[in-house]
């Protein structure tokens, strides 16, 4: 059973002007049933039509040209001369070609004529709404750069982030949110793309649930039964209906997490999906209407996925109408020391524990390290050091430990692909003396001048490096 949703499609609303009643209400059955537009409004009277856009809020008009009061042509002259930002459909019971030429020169979006077939005009609709939310997202966009602030910040609190590229990646989702089409999130595993989605969903204001799914693992089948769910007896064991998650996401947001792994056979099934907007539950036939957003998110190189042909290049464009890239951790540092404060409070929080002041040393060096593992690696270490944790300060033996651990996974990994040899390429060789100096002057440059830390690096006490360090200034 369908259910009635209150969250009207698109954002903007269209109006459909023309003075035959019974076209009026066909045209609105024919776009709410078979595309599930339902922010419209209707006028049979052509000369109120400059009133109603000066209210606000339409984005689109449908437009006959023959009216009895006041012509389409001259409405269309008018909307362009007082209203650019609304695209009109001009759908008139003309067939005549000089009448379309001039009405596209006029700034009309596109022309239909009333006995074209009710599919192509309802493509041609959505077709104008996709442009009209790509503009907006520009729009937005801008204005959001050009102001530096966040419409809607208390969606983004579960992010904690200072850096400027984290304050652009919040400006586009707010930009993109009221936009139907699919959001692609990129970015290595554990930056927080989960977090994101979230986001994403919250600033769009939709009325559903979030349903997220991880795809990864799910053959074709399960895949089908996930998300388009199953009519009871559609297979051995379908003992009863199950709705699938794209019911379930009904007026809100789908996820679908890891969309990299999607097999080829899914991936057929997901772009059908996006293409025609609607899809058959196993063992029915008859379609039902998807009505949620798409978000999907991966840690794989999608572009490099599609030249090895294990990616659908239509499947790639269609789902980066809107694509939100997550920077690691090591490109955002200043992020670090707000997320150790955050992790320790919820870390405290969970052992029952005091919040612990936290080394002042400690922020320096995370900063010197990779995080491989990104904020779920920083975050797992801040639990594991909070779960030890008993004096005041806390103790900065289990991070040490933990990074040196990764690094010695590095070097194996180094060694076992043969990058046993960091100077194969430098010719000539430096001597020991020059790779010495090499070697301080990068510790120092991680360490970010601090000596403790380099010295440390380098496997030498503070005072060597110093001395070594005042016999290269002399
Ligand atoms: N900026 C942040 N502020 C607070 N917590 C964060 C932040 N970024 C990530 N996290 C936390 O780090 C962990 C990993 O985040 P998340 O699951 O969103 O990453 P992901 O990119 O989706 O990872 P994967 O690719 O493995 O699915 C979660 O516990 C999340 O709450």
Redesign the pocket.
């Given at each position: 059973m369908i259910k009635i949703d209150n969250t009207p499609y698109p954002s903007f609303g269209i109006l459909l002007v023309d003075d035959e009643l019974a076209w009026l209400r066909s045209l609105r059955l024919t776009l709410e049933r078979s595309a599930g537009i339902s922010n419209i409004r209707t006028c049979a009277d052509s000369r109120q039509v400059m009133d109603i856009l000066d209210e606000g809020g339409i984005g689109l008009i449908l437009l006959d040209l023959t009216m009895p009061g006041l012509g389409g042509e001259e409405l269309l002259t008018l909307i362009g001369e007082q209203h650019q930002d609304i695209q009109v459909i001009v759908i008139s019971g003309l067939n005549q070609l000089e009448t379309a030429v001039r009405c596209i020169k006029q700034g009309a979006f596109d022309y239909f004529v009333k006995t074209d077939a009710q599919e192509h005009i309802t493509k041609g609709v959505l077709h104008a709404i996709r442009t009209r939310e790509m503009q907006s997202v520009n729009d937005g966009m801008r204005q959001r750069i050009l102001s530096g602030e966040l419409e809607n910040p208390e969606a983004f609190e579960?992010?904690?982030?200072v850096s400027p590229t984290?304050l652009a990646v919040f400006q586009y989702v707010e930009a993109v949110a009221a936009s139907s089409q699919p959001v692609l999130?990129t970015?290595?595993?554990?930056?927080?793309?989960?977090?994101?989605?979230k986001a994403v969903h919250q600033v769009s204001g939709r009325k559903g649930p979030l349903v997220s799914v991880?795809v990864a693992g799910l053959d074709d089948t399960s895949f089908s039964d996930t998300l388009f769910g199953h009519k009871r007896g559609a297979f051995t064991g379908a003992a009863t209906a199950r709705a699938g998650m794209i019911e379930q996401a009904y007026g809100g947001t789908l996820f679908l997490?890891?969309i990299g792994d999607l097999s080829l056979q899914s991936q057929v099934k997901l772009l059908r999906l996006l293409q025609e907007g609607e899809y058959f539950p196993l063992g029915s036939d008859r379609p039902k209407l998807m009505q949620a957003r798409v978000v999907v998110?991966?840690?794989q190189d999608l572009p490099e996925k599609v030249q090895r042909g294990e990616f659908r290049k239509d499947l790639f464009y269609r789902l980066c109408a809107h694509h939100v890239h997550?920077p690691p951790l090591r490109e955002r540092k200043a992020?670090i020391p707000?997320?150790l404060d955050?992790?320790l409070e919820e870390a405290a929080a969970e052992f029952g524990k005091r919040k612990p002041a936290i080394p002042k040393e400690l922020p320096v060096h995370l900063s010197t390290y990779a995080f491989p593992g990104?904020?779920?690696e920083?975050?797992g270490m801040v639990f594991d050091a909070v779960s030890t944790h008993k004096a005041k300060v806390l103790s900065m033996q289990s991070f040490l430990k933990a990074m040196r651990r990764e690094h010695e996974l590095v070097d194996e990994s180094a060694l076992a692909g043969g990058g046993a040899r960091p100077f194969a390429g430098l010719e000539p060789l430096p001597t020991i003396a020059e790779s010495t100096v090499l070697l301080i002057e990068e510790a120092m440059e991680r360490a970010k001048g601090n000596q403790t830390l380099a010295a440390r690096m380098l496997g030498i006490s503070q005072p060597a490096l110093s001395k070594r360090l005042k016999q290269l200034k002399s």
């Open positions: 579960d992010i904690a982030s984290m999130v970015g290595e595993s554990g930056v927080g793309k989960e977090l994101v989605a991880n997490d890891e998110a991966t840690h997550v992020d707000v997320l955050r992790f990104n904020v779920r920083l975050r």
